[in-house]
């Protein structure tokens, strides 16, 4: 069974800044990619970054410029760094790995929550 551990989650101001963390069970080359969602709350869950096992990342346009999405391999974690954040930006953030072709995510973190003030 894959676990994936979210960390990094908090209150900050508009306009801070967080790093999330997700470490992984298993390597992360065993995952066609990894990815974050949010869930704001009454809201749908929706994609924030993707990153594939070759290491190509993907922006939904609401962060783009402000979050960037990496990676250390022997640590087996992804990072999400969020930049200049907003009151929208609040939500519960989670990391999920996908395996299968068809993009879906197979695995899911527990979620860390992220709080951003005006």
């Known amino acids: 069974q894959v676990q994936l551990v979210e960390s990094g989650g908090g209150l900050v101001q508009a306009g801070g800044s967080l790093r999330l963390s997700c470490a992984a069970s298993r390597s992360i080359f065993s995952f066609n990619a990894m990815a974050w969602y949010r869930q704001a709350a009454g809201k749908q869950r929706e994609l924030v970054a993707t990153i594939t096992s070759r290491g190509v990342t993907n922006y939904a346009d609401f962060v783009k410029g402000r979050f960037t999405l990496s990676r250390d391999v022997a640590k087996i974690t992804v990072y999400l760094q969020m930049n200049n954040l907003e009151p929208d930006d609040t939500a519960v953030y989670y990391c999920?790995?996908?395996?299968?072709?068809?993009?879906?995510?197979?695995?899911w973190g527990q979620g860390t929550q992220v709080t951003v003030s005006s």
């Open positions: 999920a790995a996908v395996r299968s072709s068809t993009g879906n995510p197979d695995y």
